[in-house]
């Protein structure tokens, strides 16, 4: 039996029970499995998440699908689907809050509509992280974003899509927002500097990173030069993995040393770094008036602060802060630029606890899970947390509906509780 896994690892350990789907493929037999179906579903969410939908026009008939299929799977065999919610009750918590927000938020409907939607991106990343091993999920992902970038690219050559507005003018790409481009591009580069190592063709991987660079000057977003450049740090860690587990532990106490103390020395040197990329990306100094979105938010966050406004809500009702910001930052804005304002604005501590308690324990596990086997796979997910970490702190990339990073962050609590044996497998019928 032949199976895609790394060549130091053992296969039941990183992905769980081999399945009567991958026993027949091993016997020769290439018919559909359930195991193809899942990585559709996988595609196809991973491709909303992005935005790609959205930008070629389908984008709410396509998580409506994805919602309704996800339901009769949960339903097919409710026992089961028990056990695995019962196991992912951490990464549901945060959409508990959400939904229960409903009670006090000044519009209820729309709380309730979108915390809906949280739940049911929620329970797709549950449902394809129970059915699919975590290396399927990383090559896809990463497969995914490359391809939509090269795609974006592409158009911007030979314009085969018509331009996306955008108030700093028009973006020739697939992508509906240049941010979302962004955004993609660092995924996508984190992904293929991953799948280079996992693939024994590392140095390949980080020449097809350094490709994405141009990709990033057609966004010209400076979160994305700032979370781009974590994978300066990322790389060693992969490459001195393998050298064992003391190795490992120096590896990532000194890229996590780099990671905070080169942004400390920065601002004890006095050298405006941010300033510099700003200016040459002709951005002012508000980060395209991100600061002043900010300052408003956390005003909101000061008169709610138990349980906010409600998850979605602040966008939807007339507001002295909406209505400046609408006309003075960006008509039709429809978030903070930080996902960690988004969520206290929306559920105010309460939702801060549950959700900055999942993101440690989603960051410990995946730190753990490195130190136990040092495999890439364990890598890609510790890092992908990280970086959209930094980003969130720019963007609204977690905490958030359709989003493929919220979702891998979820994905990465049971893929690394499976690998350090927390999580148990139900039979495989799904």
Not at 15 to 28: K, W
Not at 192 to 217: D, E, H, K, N, Q
Not at 305 to 321: E, K
Not at 388 to 396: F, G, H, K
Request: with cysteine; aromatic share 12%; net charge positive.
């Amino acid at each position: 039996m032949t199976l895609t896994v790394e060549p130091h690892q053992d296969p039941q350990r990183q992905s769980g029970p081999v399945s009567a789907s991958v026993l027949r493929r091993g016997a020769g037999r290439w018919w559909l499995t359930r195991g193809h179906l899942h990585m559709a579903y996988l595609i196809l969410a991973a491709m909303s998440g992005t935005g790609v939908v959205y930008r070629l026009g389908f984008q709410s008939p396509g998580w409506m699908a994805l919602y309704a299929l996800t339901i009769l799977w949960y339903l097919r065999d409710w026992r089961q689907s028990a056990a695995i919610l019962w196991q992912a009750w951490p990464v549901l918590m945060p959409c508990v809050i959400a939904m229960a927000s409903t009670l006090w938020s000044v519009n209820p409907p729309v709380t309730a509509y979108r915390s809906f939607q949280l739940t049911m991106t929620t329970l797709i990343a549950v449902r394809i992280a129970s059915a699919i091993p975590a290396h399927h999920t990383m090559i896809v992902v990463s497969l995914t974003s490359a391809v939509g970038v090269a795609l974006s690219y592409l158009n911007s050559i030979v314009t085969f899509l018509s331009p996306a507005f955008h108030p700093n003018g028009a973006l020739k790409g697939i992508y509906m927002h240049k941010n979302s481009l962004a955004k993609a591009t660092v995924n996508a580069a984190h992904g293929l500097v991953t799948l280079g190592f996992y693939w024994r063709l590392s140095i390949l991987g980080m020449l097809a990173a350094a490709l994405m660079i141009p990709v990033l000057g057609m966004a010209q977003s400076a979160g994305a030069y700032v979370t781009f450049a974590i994978l300066a740090i990322y790389v060693p860690v992969l490459w001195i993995r393998r050298w064992g587990g003391t190795a490992r532990r120096v590896a990532l106490l000194f890229s996590l040393m780099v990671l905070f103390l080169v942004p400390l020395a920065i601002y004890i040197s006095g050298i405006d770094a941010l300033g510099l990329l700003l200016e040459r990306l002709g951005k002012d100094s508000t980060l395209t008036g991100r600061t002043v979105i900010w300052a408003f938010g956390l005003e909101e966050i000061a008169k709610a602060p138990i349980g906010g406004v409600g998850f979605g809500a602040f966008w939807s009702v007339p507001s002295y802060a909406r209505l400046y910001i609408e006309a003075y930052v960006d008509e039709g804005l429809y978030w903070f630029h930080n996902s960690y304002i988004e969520l206290m604005v929306g559920n105010g501590l309460l939702g801060a606890v549950t959700f900055f308690g999942l993101l440690i324990a989603v960051v410990i596990r995946c730190f753990r899970w490195y130190l136990q086997d040092g495999s890439v796979t364990s890598g890609y997910y510790l890092f992908y947390v990280l970086i959209n970490l930094v980003a969130a702190l720019s963007d609204n990339v977690i905490y958030n509906e359709h989003s493929i990073r919220h979702m891998l962050i979820a994905m990465a609590w049971i893929y690394a509780g499976r690998a350090l044996g927390r999580w148990r497998d139900v039979p495989p019928r799904i």
